[in-house]
């Protein structure tokens, strides 16, 4: 049995059991978001209220995520479980990059910060976002995206599921026709950056620089798998290279997760709050189970 972790991007929602766990692991958490307060100058005890959603502010609503997914990695690391391979999913990859040794955990908080602000520059008079789709088929979505210009598919999460990123105003146009092309669900996300698209192409120009001359990357102890591409890799040049194609390019986690299910990889631990990959693996083909 080969054990996989995967790291969430955004939390949209607490699944109702972190404030038990932060409870009973405390000093796992709390020390991770003492040193994140303070690296980052934000008071992130503040956007933490269990009785709703991760706050609205995307910056906080990154940083928050990367927490919980640190903390749970490190918990797992004291338990003795130690996986096979390491799956970030979009902006998961930066606490995916911790777990394997990559980066510190200061470090993970700096590319959070500097992507987000890099990317908030290059779209600063531009209206973006991006969009979910569920229950029509690649073919549909490919339709669909032909005669719309300023939206692109940035996300394959499964057979009938998709995420499109873009000018806001046309995305909410193509989800009006998914929907009338008979979609389950078709809504904006709760995020304005167009991640995995080319309107981060300036960005991208500029993170790769930030990267060189401020990130110190380090070969990972883990197996990483690419959620581009589905290579395979541990060294720091091809971390480096994801890190930075992760910000503009398209990925596709379906293939991700049907990739390391073809090499064995069969139970998944998803490390952060939420169970966000968990609903994504209802929609994956397979023998395999998400703790």
């Given at each position: 049995?080969?054990?996989?972790?995967?790291?969430?991007?955004?939390?949209?929602?607490?699944?109702?059991n972190?404030?038990?766990?932060?409870?009973?692991?405390?000093?796992?958490?709390?020390?991770?978001?003492?040193?994140?307060?303070?690296?980052?100058?934000?008071?992130?005890k503040?956007?933490?209220n269990?009785?709703?959603?991760?706050?609205?502010h995307?910056?906080?609503?990154?940083?928050?995520?990367?927490?919980?997914?640190?903390?749970?990695?490190?918990?797992?690391?004291?338990?003795?479980?130690?996986?096979?391979?390491?799956?970030?999913?979009?902006m998961?990859?930066?606490?995916?990059?911790?777990?394997?040794?990559?980066?510190s955990?200061?470090?993970g908080?700096?590319?959070?910060?500097?992507?987000?602000?890099?990317?908030?520059?290059?779209?600063?008079?531009?209206?973006?976002?991006?969009?979910?789709?569920?229950g029509?088929?690649?073919?549909?979505?490919?339709?669909?995206?032909?005669?719309?210009e300023g939206?692109?598919?940035?996300?394959?999460?499964?057979?009938?599921?998709?995420?499109?990123?873009?000018?806001?105003?046309?995305?909410?146009?193509?989800?009006l026709?998914?929907?009338?092309?008979?979609?389950?669900?078709?809504?904006?996300?709760?995020?304005?950056?167009p991640?995995?698209?080319?309107?981060?192409?300036?960005?991208?120009?500029?993170f790769?620089?930030?990267?060189?001359?401020q990130i110190?990357?380090?070969?990972?102890?883990?197996?990483?798998?690419?959620?581009?591409?589905?290579r395979?890799?541990?060294?720091?040049?091809?971390?480096?290279?994801?890190l930075?194609?992760?910000?503009?390019?398209?990925?596709?986690?379906?293939?991700?997760?049907?990739?390391?299910?073809?090499?064995?990889?069969?139970?998944?631990?998803?490390?952060?709050?939420?169970?966000?990959?968990?609903?994504?693996?209802?929609?994956?083909?397979?023998?395999?189970?998400?703790?």
């Amino acid at each position: 049995m080969s054990v996989g972790f995967i790291f969430p991007a955004f939390v949209s929602e607490y699944s109702g059991n972190e404030p038990e766990v932060i409870r009973k692991y405390s000093g796992v958490f709390d020390k991770l978001l003492d040193q994140a307060c303070v690296h980052s100058g934000i008071n992130l005890k503040q956007c933490i209220n269990y009785e709703r959603n991760i706050p609205d502010h995307e910056l906080n609503a990154q940083l928050i995520s990367y927490i919980f997914s640190c903390a749970v990695a490190d918990l797992l690391r004291e338990k003795k479980l130690v996986p096979e391979f390491l799956a970030g999913y979009s902006m998961g990859l930066y606490a995916a990059l911790y777990c394997g040794g990559s980066i510190s955990f200061t470090q993970g908080l700096d590319l959070i910060t500097g992507a987000y602000r890099l990317v908030n520059a290059s779209i600063a008079e531009v209206d973006t976002g991006m969009g979910s789709i569920v229950g029509l088929s690649i073919e549909d979505i490919l339709n669909l995206l032909k005669n719309k210009e300023g939206v692109f598919l940035a996300n394959t999460n499964g057979e009938h599921a998709f995420l499109i990123s873009g000018l806001k105003p046309v995305i909410q146009s193509l989800l009006l026709e998914a929907r009338m092309e008979g979609a389950l669900h078709a809504s904006l996300m709760n995020v304005r950056s167009p991640y995995h698209s080319p309107f981060l192409d300036e960005a991208f120009m500029m993170f790769r620089e930030f990267i060189q001359e401020q990130i110190t990357i380090r070969d990972s102890s883990v197996k990483i798998i690419s959620s581009i591409d589905q290579r395979i890799f541990i060294h720091k040049e091809d971390i480096s290279t994801e890190l930075i194609l992760n910000l503009n390019t398209r990925i596709n986690w379906l293939k991700t997760k049907e990739s390391l299910l073809e090499i064995g990889v069969n139970r998944f631990v998803e490390c952060g709050a939420g169970n966000s990959l968990l609903k994504i693996g209802k929609f994956i083909k397979g023998s395999f189970k998400i703790y």
